[in-house]
T-cell receptor
Framework: EDQVTQSPEALRLQEGESSSLNCSYTVSGLRGLFWYRQDPGKGPEFLFTLYSAGEEKEKERLKATLTKKESFLHITAPKPEDSATYLCAVQAAGGYQKVTFGTGTKLQVIP | ETGVTQTPRHLVMGMTNKKSLKCEQH?????MYWYKQSAKKPLELMFVYSLEERVENNSVPSRFSPECPNSSHLFLHLHTLQPEDSALYLC??????????????FGAGTRLSVL
């Protein structure tokens, strides 16, 4: 069974203090790994898809990386508006396979 | 605006009521999904439709009944719910369910409270 574990569960940073969120996964052949951002009272907002180990993607202060067992979401010099819950999800290869989500990391950036 | 619209945004219902959640996507996608999101739990996939055919039914109780009349609209009919069904219900769509086309775009959700 596919599994996704995110850590830490919550993270509090000072504005400008860079850090990383971790997503460890177990999947029978990775089709894709997804990162989403979710603000309170809203649905998840798509950020990145990574397909193979070694791949990296960037968007503003966010950078996602992928290995064969985990993905990191690096946040450089965060701002208060980066405060949100970040969700990681994986999809297995082969036919139709559902997307399995982690429980998320709740990030709070203090001014 | 994400291109996926859900109504209502909030719903309070008694255990004997019947209500429906509506989802509409404006992205030209072929696949639509219902998820349940409860506090401290990962998103739980409930139903998947591809070109109006159900391709996944994730052991969901029969008090939840989905309907997909076309590829742009998805409904979740609710009846005789339990208090533990209180949660955020999210609708999503993707271009397809196949390889490389499964990026799911979510609506804002319906916050359901069952009294």
């Amino acid at each position: 069974e596919d599994q996704v574990t995110q850590s830490p569960e919550a993270l509090r940073l000072q504005e400008g203090e860079s850090s990383s969120l971790n997503c460890s996964y177990t999947v029978s052949g990775l089709r894709g790994l997804f990162w989403y951002r979710q603000d309170p009272g809203k649905g998840p907002e798509f950020l990145f898809t990574l397909y193979s180990a070694g791949e990296e993607k960037e968007k503003e202060r966010l950078k996602a990386t992928l290995t064969k067992k985990e993905s990191f979401l690096h946040i450089t010099a965060p701002k208060p508006e980066d405060s949100a819950t970040y969700l990681c999800a994986v999809q297995a290869a082969g036919g139709y396979q559902k997307v399995t989500f982690g429980t998320g990391t709740k990030l709070q950036v203090i001014p | 605006e994400t291109g996926v619209t859900q109504t209502p945004r909030h719903l309070v219902m008694g255990m004997t009521n019947k209500k429906s959640l509506k989802c509409e996507q404006h992205l030209g996608h072929n696949a639509m999904y219902w998820y349940k999101q409860s506090a401290k739990k990962p998103l739980e996939l409930m139903f998947v439709y591809s070109l109006e055919e159900r391709v996944e039914n994730n052991s969901v109780p029969s008090r939840f009944s989905p309907e997909c009349p076309n590829s742009s609209h998805l409904f979740l009919h609710l009846h005789t719910l339990q208090p533990e069904d209180s949660a955020l219900y999210l609708c999503a769509s993707s271009q397809d369910v196949g390889q490389g086309k499964n990026i799911q775009y979510f609506g804002a959700g319906t916050r359901l409270s069952v009294l």
